[in-house]
């Protein structure tokens, strides 16, 4: 899964996330994300290669905390 902003580092979406930014999460393949609960997210997007990786909680569809 992806964040809807194609952050290049995981450190990125930290700050964004610190500045109070609210990031979506979506997933380019036939299966859906949840909406609520555990996601785990790459980055940067396709055809990138990814460079990190990252737990997230979502909420609402929405970012609301990152490990």
Do not use: R
Request: charged share 25%; hydrophobic share 30%; glycine share 8%.
């Amino acid at each position: 899964m992806y964040c809807e902003t194609n952050f290049k580092t995981k450190k990125a979406l930290k700050d964004a996330l610190k500045e109070g930014k609210k990031i979506g999460v979506f997933s380019p393949g036939p299966f859906p994300c949840p909406e609520n609960g555990t996601v785990t997210l790459e980055g940067p997007h396709y055809p990138k290669p990814h460079s990190w990786y990252a737990i997230a909680q979502v909420k609402d569809g929405m970012i609301i905390s990152v490990k």
